[in-house]
């Protein structure tokens, strides 16, 4: 059985979650998704010794602060994480956290896609 690399994406936004989700399973990804923080936390002790990297939506990064990334970044594994957000301000907090990527909306899910792309085959 080949290996293929989990993402753990958090996204409220349903249209991005499934467009981004149809995207990574295209390219060989395997995904589980997460709609809420709470759902988040939950699926990052569930699969912490699999994912290899989670993509988090700026709305659900803020409403639990650095906790997420904080999260994320201490499941033992080097986990790469990716905020994505829609205010330019919050790019120093989601950076200082110890996310990896910022990316600012608006974007398009091509765009998304290529950056979690990239930071796996770090």
């Known amino acids: 059985m080949d290996w293929k690399p989990l993402v753990l994406l958090g996204e409220s936004d349903k249209k991005m979650d499934a467009a981004l989700t149809g995207m990574l399973k295209r390219q060989g990804v395997a995904v589980v998704a997460a709609n809420t923080p709470k759902e988040l936390l939950n699926l990052l002790d569930k699969y912490k010794e699999a994912i ?13 602060g650095g906790l997420l990334i904080s999260r994320a970044r201490t499941i033992g594994r080097n986990v790469r994480v ?5 205010r330019d301000d919050d790019r120093v907090n989601i950076l200082r956290y110890g996310a990896d990527e910022f990316i600012q909306k608006p974007l398009s899910p091509d765009v998304v896609a290529a950056k979690i792309m990239a930071l796996i085959a770090k």
């Open 52 to 64: 290899d990297l989670v993509c988090i939506n700026g709305r659900l990064a803020s409403e639990r």
């Open 82 to 86: 990716i905020v994505v957000a829609d």
